[in-house]
């Protein structure tokens, strides 16, 4: 059975960093072309394709928050791993992680999701 | 990026209609195009890939068409459980973008 958990803090300041983890059960990080994604949803409004890595290390982000945004993952211990620096209120929101099975895939595996909010 | 467009952006229907959602994409995807249903408090749930392929488990009465910039989601007898809301979602791109979304509420 494939699923994906997200971690992480519920409550962050504004200017803290957030860390939030994706662990993966049920498929590896080694299988290529396998990708995982994060994906944001803040309250009432729409999904936000945030970052991706693959299996070989290949890493992508949005445009508008890359130079924030870092994704990382760890083989040994199947999980995918999302910091974003200097977190204001507007970053507050459901983040979600997502699998991929290759490039031409889509998006076919999530995880149950995070809320996080961001308020000092 | 390439920007994505739905719609309408809500709309109002009764069990057994047939509903259309309309996405467009800001340049050609191809056919590189899925679609998501997603409840409240949950994760979305995908439906469609490759424009016009129905994801294991999804009921027949969903179907997907189009391919460049132009892209529909038809449910064919809207039923109790379709009540929701809808995102397309490019992947042409390296740069992946979702559309605003299309919530289908009761008439």
């Known amino acids: 059975q494939i699923t994906l958990k997200e971690s992480g803090p519920t409550l962050v300041k504004p200017t803290q960093t957030l860390t939030l983890t994706c662990t993966l059960s049920?498929?590896?990080?080694?299988?290529?072309?396998?990708?995982v994604a994060w994906i944001r949803q803040p309250p009432g409004k729409a999904l936000e394709w945030l970052a991706l890595i693959y299996w070989d290390d290949d890493e992508h982000y949005t445009p508008s928050l890359q130079s924030r945004l870092t994704i990382t993952k760890d083989t040994s211990l199947n999980q995918v791993v999302l910091t974003l620096t200097n977190v204001h209120p507007m970053d507050t929101a459901t983040y979600y992680c997502?699998?991929?099975?290759?490039?031409?895939?889509?998006?076919?595996?999530w995880g149950q999701g995070t809320l996080v909010t961001v308020s000092s | 990026d390439i920007q994505m467009t739905q719609s309408p952006s809500t709309l109002s229907a009764s069990v057994g209609d047939r509903v259309t959602i309309t996405c467009r994409a800001s340049?050609?995807?191809?056919?590189?195009l899925a679609w998501f249903q997603q409840k409240p408090g949950k994760a979305p749930n995908l439906l469609i890939y490759?424009?016009?392929s129905l994801q294991s488990g999804v009921p027949s009465r969903f179907s997907g068409s189009g391919s460049g910039t132009e892209f529909t989601l038809t449910i064919s007898s809207l039923q109790p459980d379709d009540f929701a809301t809808y995102y397309c979602?490019?992947?042409?791109?390296?740069?992946?973008?979702f559309g605003p979304g299309t919530k289908v509420d009761v008439k």
């Open positions: 049920g498929l590896s990080l080694r299988t290529t072309g396998v990708g």
């Open positions: 979602q490019q992947y042409n791109s390296y740069l992946l973008t």
């Open positions: 340049q050609s995807v191809g056919t590189w």
């Open positions: 997502a699998h991929r099975k290759n490039i031409a895939s889509p998006f076919d595996y």
């Open positions: 490759k424009a016009s």
